[in-house]
């Protein structure tokens, strides 16, 4: 085992120690990745953050046990790192069944369970309310679509329209995206990487509904309304709301899907 980390070498000699297992590989991901992540003998997940990250990871999966998500086997007392089963299969890029897709993230995100604790938006980082997450959200999305979107008003006004409606306080993933997805012969075989959000879970559903390419290009309005049991008026805000934001990360990130997000987009707005 030659591992160059001191602080990866001792972890990684504790984990296969708690479990019994001798080593056979490990390898650490770089694509896409915010934390320090290993994967050991190609079953077991190391990942390595701050303790706030890895403490919201942990209540999330805690308060929302799925065959779909992430299975915790040990977490540092000291929120330092965690241990995961690693699920097999290729970051979903591409939808390729959009209905298992759809029937996948609306029964995940139907079954989260309402949480009573202060504040909304990411865990440990609180705001006051709902309102004020969307509206840093949309703030800071702002500053890369000048050139797309000049004029956010009409985001923003959706915000308001938002605050009409109330709802349960859910502790969501926060993340809920197919860059997240974990797909196996082409279909949903799992969720990773949350980013708690403690707020609506209408948010995840339309997130991971815009969050790719391949599924804005073949879903209508109308079909996003008639998957959902709330007002058309609520969704339609929560969605230019998600979309907004979905369309400051396409230009970072995948750039050449801009003009069928902007096609989306116009066809929301009119």
């Known amino acids: 085992m030659n591992i160059d980390n001191k602080i990866d070498k001792n972890i990684i000699e504790f984990v296969l120690k708690l479990l019994n297992a001798p080593y056979e590989s490990h390898k650490y991901f770089t694509d896409g990745v915010s934390s320090h ?3 050991l003998n ?7 953050s701050t303790p706030y990250a890895i403490k919201a990871e942990i209540k999330f999966l805690n308060l929302n046990p799925s065959p779909k998500m992430q299975k915790i086997i040990y977490f540092d007392p000291a929120y330092r790192f965690a241990v995961y089963e690693f699920i097999q299969g290729d970051i979903m890029k591409q939808v390729d069944d959009i209905d298992d897709f759809l029937e996948n993230i609306l029964y995940i995100t139907k079954n989260y369970k309402t949480i009573e604790y202060y504040g909304f938006g990411y865990l440990y ?9 969307l509206i840093d959200e949309i703030t800071d999305s702002s500053k890369n679509l000048a050139t797309y979107i000049p004029d956010n008003s009409i985001v923003l006004e959706q915000v308001k329209i938002l605050e009409n409606y109330k709802f349960d306080k859910k502790l969501i993933h ?3 995206g197919t ?3 974990i797909k196996v012969n082409g279909k949903f075989a799992g969720v990773i990487d949350p980013m708690p959000v403690l707020g609506d879970s209408l948010y995840d559903t339309l997130f991971a509904i815009v969050s790719n390419a391949s599924v804005i290009k073949n879903i209508s309005l109308d079909k996003i309304y008639s998957l959902l ?6 969704i339609k805000a929560m969605l230019i709301v998600v979309i907004y934001c979905r369309i400051a990360r396409c230009l ?8 069928i997000y902007m096609d989306f987009w116009n066809r929301l707005i009119l």
């Not at 079953?43 to 390595?48: A, E, M, P, Q, T």
């Open 37 to 39: 992540v290993i994967l």
């Open 42 to 48: 190609n079953k077991y997940l190391i990942k390595r």
């Open 125 to 133: 980082e609180e705001k006051a309310s709902w309102s004020e997450f």
């Open 174 to 176: 926060g993340d809920f």
């Open 179 to 181: 860059h997240n997805f």
């Open 229 to 234: 049991s709330e007002p058309h008026e609520k």
């Open 252 to 259: 970072k990130y995948h750039k050449q899907d801009i003009n």
